[in-house]
C-alpha cells in the first residue's frame, strides 16, 4: 500500500488489449487496491467484459473516436487529486506510481513526465527512437527547455490543471500538447527517466499520421494566441 493510493486514479485508452488488461490492472492493484482505475474503451473484442469483471471502471466509447477525444473524455471522468496515465499494454512501469503521485501531492508538481527516451529502450524500433529524438529536438528548441520524449503514455496530473490547457483533443498524438501547454504556462514539471518494456499485443501507431499531427501540436502549442 502506497501513501497516497486514495487520492490516485490511473487512466487508460483500451483497444482491444483483452490478452494484457488483467495483468496491468492486477499490477497496479499489487501497489494499492484503493487506486481507482479507469479505462475508456473502444475495443470489439472482450476487453470492456474483461474489465467490467474485475471492477474496473469502464467508459465505452464506440464507436471509436479516436485516441485524442478518448484520453481528453478519461482526464475530465477522474475526480481524484492525481490523474496517471498509462497505456494498457504493459509496457509502463507500474512500480513508479508511489514517486508519481507523491512528486503531485507532497512535492507540489503539477505534472510528472515519464520519460522513456535518455536512452534508446531495447525493444523500441530505431525508426521510431530517431523520430522521436527528432520532434522532441524542435520542441526544445521552440520551447527553450530540453525535452526528450513528447508522446510518453506514462504521466501523472494534477487534476486541477486540466482545465486550464487549450489542448485539442482530435486527431492523434494528444500527449504532445499535454507535455507543451504546461510548459507554456509554466507549470511545475517533474521529469523522470522510466523503463519501457516490450509490448504485450501488437502496436495500434499509425506513423505517418503519428508524424502529422505531432508536427501540428508542436507548432499549435508554441504559437496560438492563449485567450484570456
Request: proline residues 5%; positive net charge; glycine residues 4%.
Amino acid at each position: 500500500m502506497i501513501k497516497h493510493g486514495s487520492s490516485v486514479t490511473v487512466a487508460m485508452i483500451t483497444l482491444n488489449e483483452e490478452a494484457s488488461i488483467r495483468k496491468v490492472v492486477n499490477d497496479i492493484r499489487k501497489i494499492d487496491e484503493r487506486i481507482e482505475i479507469l479505462i475508456v474503451d473502444s475495443s470489439t473484442d472482450n476487453t470492456a467484459k474483461i474489465a467490467q469483471e474485475i471492477g474496473v471502471k469502464v467508459i465505452r466509447q464506440f464507436p471509436p473516436k479516436g485516441y485524442g477525444p478518448a484520453m481528453d473524455l478519461a482526464l475530465k471522468s477522474c475526480d481524484r487529486e492525481v490523474i496517471i496515465t498509462m497505456d494498457c499494454d504493459d509496457t509502463y512501469p507500474t512500480d513508479e506510481i508511489e514517486l508519481f503521485s507523491s512528486k503531485i501531492i507532497e512535492e507540489d508538481y503539477d505534472l510528472v513526465e515519464g520519460d522513456r527516451l535518455e536512452k534508446k529502450p531495447k525493444n523500441m524500433p530505431i525508426i521510431n527512437y530517431l523520430a522521436n529524438y527528432f520532434f522532441a529536438l524542435i520542441a526544445s528548441l521552440l520551447f527553450f527547455k530540453r525535452i526528450r520524449d513528447l508522446h510518453s503514455g506514462m504521466r501523472a496530473y494534477r487534476k486541477s490543471i486540466i482545465t486550464s490547457l487549450p489542448y485539442n483533443p482530435d486527431g492523434v498524438s494528444l500527449p504532445v500538447e499535454l507535455l507543451l501547454w504546461p510548459i507554456r504556462l509554466n507549470y511545475k514539471i517533474y521529469f523522470k527517466p522510466i523503463n519501457y518494456k516490450e509490448r504485450i499485443g501488437e502496436s495500434k501507431l499509425e506513423p505517418l499520421k503519428a508524424a502529422y499531427w505531432t508536427v501540428v501540436r508542436i507548432l499549435r502549442a508554441r504559437f496560438i494566441k492563449i485567450k484570456k
